[in-house]
């Protein structure tokens, strides 16, 4: 079980169905209202709630200032056995996964990770961090992936991020997601000379993906355009035996 209090801020696993429409009330805040979606992009879910089929299946963990009880950062993980099981992810619906089909430990996914709008405490993140490390601790997982999105769709204003990510952090191989989305920016192909500005491209990068990352995490080469989400993601993962000792040290330090 995920329990863990850092300074101001407390991280849980949900416990109930209270705290799950929390979870989804937040989200819908952070993707749809903040970015002047249209109020329902599913007929189905309630008003003012961000839910899909997955949350079922997922843990969710709570962020929360601990004096006010205020929700500030949500995210859902969903433990799979091994690679075998790739299907079963959200990333899945996106990337064409086969290679990780033969990924022979224990995975987690790491979903609709979001902060409160109004907050910008940097220890939100690292909390959030520690309570990742902790779950994958606790699941013995051995790679941790998911989605990492840049706000907008236009592919020209993310050149240099993108750039640095094709010289820098592109997947292994044997790992690398393949096209499966009916409209991707391939930008290790189509930046294959551009030559990035490393300053633009850090500001650029979104924070969740920079601790990857840190963390020697890899992504797709290509971006989806989500204009549901009206947003470009690529596809992250993180092996993690290949985590630096040093960020290793500093994340079981947050975990604990």
Same mark, same amino acid.
């Given at each position: 079980?995920?329990?863990?209090?850092?300074?101001?801020?407390?991280?849980?696993?949900?416990?109930?169905?209270?705290?799950?429409?929390?979870?989804?009330?937040?989200?819908?805040?952070?993707?749809?209202?903040?970015?002047?979606?249209?109020?329902? $992009?599913?007929?189905?879910?309630?008003?003012?709630?961000?839910?899909?089929?997955?949350?079922?299946?997922? $843990?969710?963990?709570?962020?929360?200032?601990?004096?006010?009880?205020?929700?500030?950062?949500?995210?859902?993980?969903?433990?799979?056995?091994?690679?075998?099981?790739?299907?079963?992810?959200?990333?899945?619906?996106?990337?064409?996964?086969?290679?990780?089909?033969?990924?022979?430990?224990?995975?987690?996914?790491?979903?609709?990770?979001?902060?409160?709008?109004?907050?910008?405490?940097?220890?939100?993140?690292?909390?959030?961090?520690?309570?990742?490390?902790?779950?994958?601790?606790?699941?013995?997982?051995?790679?941790?992936?998911?989605?990492?999105?840049?706000?907008?769709?236009?592919?020209?204003?993310?050149?240099?991020?993108?750039?640095?990510?094709?010289?820098?952090?592109?997947?292994?191989?044997?790992?690398?997601?393949?096209?499966?989305?009916?409209?991707?920016?391939?930008?290790?192909?189509?930046?294959?000379?551009?030559?990035?500005?490393? $300053?633009?491209?850090?500001?650029?990068?979104?924070?969740?993906?920079?601790?990857?990352?840190?963390?020697?995490?890899?992504?797709?080469?290509?971006?989806?355009?989500?204009?549901?989400?009206?947003?470009?993601?690529?596809?992250?993962?993180?092996?993690?035996?290949?985590?630096?000792?040093?960020?290793?040290?500093?994340?079981?330090?947050?975990?604990?």
């Amino acid at each position: 079980m995920i329990a863990l209090r850092k300074g101001r801020y407390t991280a849980r696993l949900a416990g109930s169905g209270a705290d799950l429409l929390r979870a989804q009330r937040l989200r819908h805040l952070s993707f749809v209202a903040k970015r002047g979606l249209a109020a329902d $992009r599913d007929p189905a879910a309630a008003p003012g709630v961000d839910a899909d089929a997955f949350d079922a299946a997922c $843990r969710h963990v709570l962020v929360e200032d601990t004096a006010s009880g205020t929700l500030v950062c949500c995210f859902r993980l969903l433990p799979l056995v091994n690679g075998a099981e790739i299907g079963r992810s959200y990333s899945a619906q996106h990337y064409n996964l086969s290679a990780l089909a033969a990924f022979d430990g224990p995975m987690v996914e790491l979903g609709r990770f979001c902060i409160h709008p109004d907050w910008r405490d940097p220890d939100i993140l690292r909390v959030a961090w520690g309570a990742m490390t902790r779950f994958v601790d606790q699941t013995g997982a051995e790679m941790l992936f998911g989605c990492s999105s840049f706000e907008g769709t236009e592919a020209a204003a993310y050149h240099d991020a993108f750039a640095m990510l094709k010289d820098a952090h592109l997947a292994p191989k044997r790992w690398l997601p393949r096209v499966k989305a009916p409209d991707v920016f391939r930008f290790a192909r189509a930046l294959r000379l551009f030559r990035p500005d490393a $300053r633009r491209a850090m500001r650029a990068m979104p924070p969740l993906l920079k601790t990857y990352l840190l963390m020697g995490g890899w992504v797709s080469d290509h971006a989806v355009v989500d204009r549901d989400l009206n947003t470009l993601h690529v596809f992250t993962g993180l092996e993690i035996r290949a985590i630096p000792p040093a960020r290793a040290r500093l994340l079981r330090l947050a975990a604990g």
